[in-house]
């Protein structure tokens, strides 16, 4: 089976690179920290390439190891984790797409199967949980350094277990990682509670300018280029902000907009019906059913009534 | 044991009363509801009084039974769920007096044991955890609706599985319940995501006003009832100002100021080493050492002095 084949490759292998999709989250981080951590354990000494990511993930065991490019032009094995197509690895395909042999480990309905050998499993909410089963399969001794990093990836690929993708098993492996000695509200604190600075300055901006629409159907709000600079932003400091309006009573559609070199980032979520993965798509975005993003140009006001024109014919009355 | 004589107890009552605190949270509500439902299940009539609680929880299986208050003068037995001290149970304390048989269950460690019959576990971090204990070693059913109320009470009292107190245990009980065919990322939505629109309003307008003192290690913010008003705010809906603060990076204490008739209830949240408690306890106040309350009387800036002036005392250069 794929498990086999993937521990032939590791096996094999004298040089392997891991790697994730842009703008990595706590389940990229986590996740590739969880690979490169066992891989070194099993007396392996892989890469882990990630050229940009937020500091809140500072305290992940082997993060100040993670280097932002690499000289090696043919990797013997190269593996990504919750990345979904070739393209969101970014700058960093050249390293995949160069390598002997290239494995896909993901969670991702939209996973379009781009290694030699793909361990895909859409029913877990997190890259991270699959991880588990695989080590387990693989013999690997899962220390507490590695479950905190396992557990990184579930707490923020399942906002906290809140998400409908958390099963019972979700609950299990959580369990198991305790045991396994993770302090699991350390990890919740530092990587879901912790607004830093400039991230609080950007929700007090972006709530001033939320507004509703649609009946309070639709919040939207945006953050510029200015505000960042004045709030001394960093990467992922605008984290999060789209969430305040989905989880306002009574609104459908969550959108937040993010001024970019290129024009406006969006974020879209959704509550109960409206597919933004399909309103994105319109606009050469993509994402999940209810988390989709996509970019637009033009001033904030056409780029807000555009993507509302979408939005509304999504809405019921 | 003490759950053998609970058990002769229920067997043995016609009439039986089940109570919680006042302001009741998730926990009191859930652990009371969980027990009025096992109870019919198991041929019994119990009354549930609670005079007052957030809409929040009206998706609670057997919410619209609970009654404001009764009219019957003793029980055969009360059992008070999630309750630390007769006091707390405010305007209600005469039903459990009154009652034949006494029965305390609750995990605050503060309980005073004011029952006959007293099953506390303070290591449990919600009382509906020890439910479950206490249900199966009766050897009644937990079905999908009893364990709805469970998982709202350990939810809503650790913040979504976040808080300290959660261990590997609580994480298994969270698999069973699932199980049972309980929706977790439902409940979890309706009790911990949901900010009404006043709730938004209120919190909008807190951050605005929101300061940063001591270096940015005391973060101070208030809500008038005018306020209140123009957002056409009701019970609850400015619950979680208070965490915001807290958990921007840097911040010690968190003061979150309400107006009320009588002045200004203040509300203080701290994450590491300052005891809030103490604080609040040189105002006539208190709680616990990282959450307490207290109430002060005269202008926002007197207050403000006030409990600045305190918690200055505790803060760390």
Redesign the interface.
């Known amino acids: 089976m794929t498990l086999d084949k993937i521990l032939e490759e590791i096996n094999k292998a004298d040089s392997i690179v891991i790697l994730t999709h842009e703008n990595p989250d706590g389940d990229a981080i986590g996740s590739s920290l969880a690979m490169y951590n066992i891989l070194k354990a099993y007396g392996k000494n892989p890469d882990i390439i990630i050229p940009e990511f937020s500091k809140i993930f500072n305290f992940l065991p082997g993060i100040s190891e993670i280097k932002k490019e690499s000289s090696v032009k043919e990797y013997d094995l190269a593996i990504s984790l919750d990345c979904p197509t070739i393209k969101r690895l970014n700058g960093f395909a050249n390293y995949f797409e160069n390598a002997k042999s290239k494995v896909v480990i993901d969670h991702h309905g939209t996973n379009t199967m781009f290694g030699d050998l793909n361990y895909v499993n859409p029913d877990a909410p997190a890259c991270a949980q699959i991880l588990i089963v695989m080590f387990e399969y693989f013999g690997f001794e899962i220390t507490k350094d590695i479950a905190t990093c396992i557990i990184t990836g579930i707490i923020t690929d399942t906002g ?5 993708g ?4 979700t ?2 492996f ?3 990682l ?2 396994r000695g993770v302090n ?2 350390d990890v ?2 530092r990587v ?6 400039p991230c ?1 300055e950007l ?2 901006i972006a ?2 300018r ?1 507004e509703f629409l649609e009946n ?1 159907k639709i919040s939207f709000t945006y953050i510029t280029e200015e505000d960042m600079q004045k709030a001394n932003a960093e990467t992922g400091d605008h984290e999060g902000i789209v969430t ?1 309006g989905r ?4 609104v459908e559609v969550s959108v937040f907009a993010r001024q970019i070199d290129e024009g406006w980032r969006l974020s879209l979520r959704s509550n109960d019906y409206v597919n933004v993965s399909d309103v994105c798509i319109m606009f050469g975005g993509g994402g999940h059913p209810k988390a989709a993003g996509a970019t637009l140009t033009g001033s904030i006001n056409e780029v807000k009534d555009k993507i509302l024109a979408q939005i509304k014919r999504y809405i019921r009355n």
């Open positions: 906290g277990f809140a998400y409908s958390v099963t019972a098993e609950f299990e959580a369990a198991s305790l045991k699991v509200s919740y604190k879901l509670q912790t607004t830093t600075k609080f929700t007090r709530l001033n939320l309070g305040i989880n306002i009573e009574g």
